[in-house]
C-alpha cells in the first residue's frame, strides 16, 4: 500500500464541558516552575507559561494512504516543525510502501544529517512515524501494541506528576513526581527551596509511596551534587533530568558523584543515539524518551532495545496522556511506569476532561489502552483541517494537548 500524501495538520477536537465542578485551579496555574531560561530575571520562575522553549504549539501530521486509509501522529513546536513535515519529508516518502517504517525512518533520519537530526527535524519525524504506525494499524485492523510484540503487563502502572499531591492521592495513585521550583543560578537559596518542597511531598504521600523529582535541565553539576546531597533523607525514585542533554560529561561526573538516588533522564534527549550514549557511560538508570519528540514509536523501540540490553529500565516522559506512549508502555516488560501528568482541575474526573476521543485514562493509578486498531482515537476526518503557514497553525479554537 503506497502513501498518497503526507501533510501536517491541526485537529479541532470537541470541547470537553466537564460536569463535574471544579475544586480549584490545577497545579500548573500557579506553582513556580524551574526551567533552562530561568537563568534570566525576564522569564522567573514563577511565570512558567510565559517560559520560551516550554512546548510550543501541537503539531498533528496525517498520513494517507492510496485506498483512502489514514492515521494521525502527533507532535509539538509548530510552524518550524509543520514546515518539515511538508516541505521536507512529504516530498521523499510519498509514493513509498506505507508499511515499510523501518526504511521511511531510515530515510527520513539520513536526509536531516546536513541540518541535524538531534532537534527539530526529529519532533517532526516523530509525528511522521506515529501517523505511520496508526495507518499500519487500521490497515492490519490490530491495535499497535499488538504489532509491536503484544502485552506484557495486565494493565500499566501509572506514575502522576503534579503538585496537587492531595488530589493524586484522592484519584489512587500511588507513585508521585513533583516539579521543580528553583534554577542553579539561586545557589543555596533555590536548594533551601527545593528541599522544603520535597520534604513536604515526602510527609503528604508518606514513607513507602515512589517520590520523583524533576528539575527539568534547570542544574548544572554543582548544584545538583549539592542538592542530592540534601534529599538523601527523603529517599527519592529518582532524580529526572537535571542537566541539559548535550552534557554528556556532566552526566557521567553526576553519576559518580551521587550514588545514593537513581538518574532518570531523556525527555529531551532525540533519536537513539544520544540514548546509547547515555546507556554506554551508565550515566542514567530509567531512559525516558518523548515519544512526541524522540523519532517517533520507531525509534523509541530502539531506545528500549539499548536501555533494556544493559538492564536499564524506561519510563517514557508523559507516557499516558498519549495514546502512543500508552501502547508503547503496555508492550514493553521493561517498561516500569508510565507518566500520567495531571493537568486538569482539582476534584474533576479524569474521564470529564479526556482530551482525545477513545483513549483510555488511569483508574486507581492504572490504565490499559483501548484494543481499537492503530491507536484507537476515535477522531473524525471532519475535525481534521489543513496546517496554515500563512497563519502559522490556524485560529483559537484548535486543542492544545
Not at 85 to 104: N, V
Not at 200 to 208: I, L, S, T
Amino acid at each position: 500500500m503506497k502513501i498518497r500524501e503526507i501533510r501536517a495538520v491541526n485537529v479541532s477536537l470537541p470541547p470537553v464541558t466537564p460536569k463535574t465542578p471544579p475544586r480549584r485551579r490545577n497545579w500548573n496555574d500557579y506553582a513556580p516552575r524551574g526551567l533552562p531560561m530561568n537563568k534570566y530575571p525576564e522569564f522567573p520562575p514563577t511565570t512558567p507559561a510565559k517560559t520560551p522553549g516550554i512546548g510550543g504549539k501541537p503539531v498533528w501530521v496525517k498520513v494517507t494512504a492510496e485506498d483512502g486509509s489514514w492515521g494521525l501522529g502527533r507532535c509539538s513546536f509548530g510552524e518550524p516543525v509543520a514546515a518539515l513535515i511538508d516541505y521536507h519529508f512529504a516530498p521523499l516518502l510519498e509514493g513509498r510502501d506505507c508499511f515499510a517504517t523501518e526504511l521511511l525512518n531510515d530515510m527520513m533520519w539520513r536526509s536531516t544529517k546536513r541540518f541535524g537530526s538531534l532537534g527539530l527535524s526529529a519532533v517532526a519525524q516523530s509525528g511522521i512515524d506515529l501517523a505511520l504506525w496508526d495507518l499500519k494499524g487500521k490497515l492490519l485492523q490490530q491495535p499497535v501494541y499488538r504489532l509491536i510484540g503484544g502485552p506484557s503487563h495486565d494493565k500499566i502502572r501509572c506514575y502522576c506528576t503534579s503538585d496537587d499531591l492531595d488530589w493524586s492521592l484522592e484519584l489512587g495513585f500511588k507513585a508521585f513526581k513533583v516539579s521543580n521550583p528553583a534554577h542553579y543560578i539561586q545557589g543555596i537559596e533555590g536548594i533551601d527551596q527545593v528541599e522544603e518542597k520535597i520534604a513536604k511531598a515526602r510527609e503528604m504521600v508518606g514513607a513507602h509511596a515512589e517520590l520523583m523529582f524533576n528539575p527539568v535541565m534547570s542544574y548544572d553539576v554543582e548544584f545538583t551534587i549539592r542538592l542530592a546531597e540534601r534529599l538523601r533523607p527523603y529517599q527519592l525514585r529518582w532524580l529526572e533530568e537535571p542537566l541539559i542533554p548535550e552534557d554528556l560529561e556532566g552526566h557521567v561526573q553526576i553519576r559518580r558523584a551521587i550514588t545514593w538516588i537513581p538518574l532518570a533522564t531523556g525527555e529531551d534527549h532525540h533519536t537513539r543515539i544520544p540514548f546509547r550514549q547515555l546507556v554506554e557511560h551508565r550515566c542514567v538508570d530509567v531512559v525516558q524518551p518523548d515519544l512526541h519528540w524522540c523519532g517517533g514509536l520507531s525509534e523509541a523501540l530502539k531506545i528500549y532495545a539499548i536501555a533494556e540490553a544493559a538492564g536499564i529500565k524506561s519510563s517514557p516522559h508523559g507516557g499516558c496522556n498519549s495514546p502512543f506512549g500508552q501502547h508503547f508502555c503496555y508492550a514493553m516488560p521493561e517498561c516500569i511506569y508510565g507518566e500520567f501528568h495531571l493537568s486538569s482541575p482539582v476534584g474533576v474526573p479524569l474521564a470529564e476532561v479526556n482530551r482525545i476521543p477513545g483513549m483510555a485514562v488511569p483508574k486507581d493509578g492504572y490504565l490499559i489502552p483501548s484494543d481499537a486498531p492503530g491507536f484507537g482515537m476515535e477522531i473524525k476526518e471532519e475535525w481534521i483541517v489543513p496546517w496554515d503557514h500563512a497563519g502559522y497553525g490556524g485560529g483559537p479554537n484548535v486543542a492544545v494537548l
